[in-house]
């Protein structure tokens, strides 16, 4: 997987708050440091009340949560800087977006109006229309796959590339971004696939944090006024500082924690109930179009293909050696081809959904250890098959018996395993022309 930082056009309020708030949280951990370990424990238990037990016990409670709390927040915080899960984008608008600072130099203010009109997406409005454009192979290998009315994947024409399953576009980042999640100015940047286990161990020690802060603070608050010393202002502050953040913690925690066990994100939460997924499942070689899904064939046809076929077709008569070699070719690309079914779901069904466990371990991965400390990143950023881009739950087969979808036969898979046996040459030229 790529490591890139994100190179995007962060509006600059946004940009404003992602850079401050990390700030104000550490200035109100500094506070909690300062109120709860030195006044509260050692000033107040250790030396006023003479309570060594209740001290150590907060103590260790409240600098155990904390460095929790730490290790997770830098977690996030770093793996969304470094590699926050977005999509390449495509040449043309890679081209179009280092095109202004170039011309702004040379050329007068009619110019640049121009160029930033182009940066702002103009380019790239339409799906690539070449059959070989670069990375449509990795949507075809797989056997099913999101894609739109036309049977070929989905197109962002901000990025000017093919949107994986489940990839957004982020208008904060103006980059498409795997299984995004939500802008997050508290962790620094965008919430994904790659940072969401993290963010989700984050907001739980966060909150566990703020519960220590909360009953050390609220208990020496209650025995110093019940003995007549009077409130300390601090500890005052604290408690409204931990009520505040952990609330807010306690939140994030409990729809985080929901997100994962339903296998949704955020942005899938905002129409879950009303979405509809079209997909491209794969089927036999040859299956003709049904009477309620469409179908298409990749590679896709090259115009100079075709002509081939309709002139085989009508007899028309190649000379002698090219005409074998050309024969030979064709059936060696027949063979090669993959033939997808385009199918929808019915409103509200979701196709990665695993089930509850399932989806859970996706995310957090297999073993208590994995659940609790961020160290190995989420399974399903890893999930690398030729089903999909992400493990598919059990509709997918629901979709099959739904629409009648023929079964790819193992003498389909033999024949396929044959070609690809008879012709490294022509994948290994394929594959070198694949970005
Ligand atoms: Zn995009």
Redo the contacts with the bound molecule.
Sequence with gaps: MARMAVAGAVESPTLWATRVIPLILAGCVGYATYVVPKRICIDYFLHTRQQPGVAIAFLVLYCTLMCLMLITYLRVFLVIQYNPGV?PLGAGVIESRARPKKRKKACGRGQELDDLEANSGRYESKPDPNPDSPGLERYYSKDVFVCASDGRPKW?S??GNW?PDRAH?SSEIG??VRKMDHYCPWVGGIVSETSFKFFLQFVFYATLYCLVVLAAGALSLSLSIRSGSGADGFVIGVLAIGGFFGLFAFAMTLTGMRYVLINLTNIDDLQAKFMVYQLAIRVPRDTPPGEKYGIITYPLPKPESRKYESGNDSGTHLSGSTSEGNELVSARDALATRTFAIVKTEMGENPWHLGLYGNWKSVMGSNVFDWLLPIRQSPCVTYENNESFYEMGPLCRELRTRYGLPEISDENVRSEKQASEKMPRDREAHASRAP
């Design positions: 999509v962002c901000h990025c949107k576009h980059r498409c």
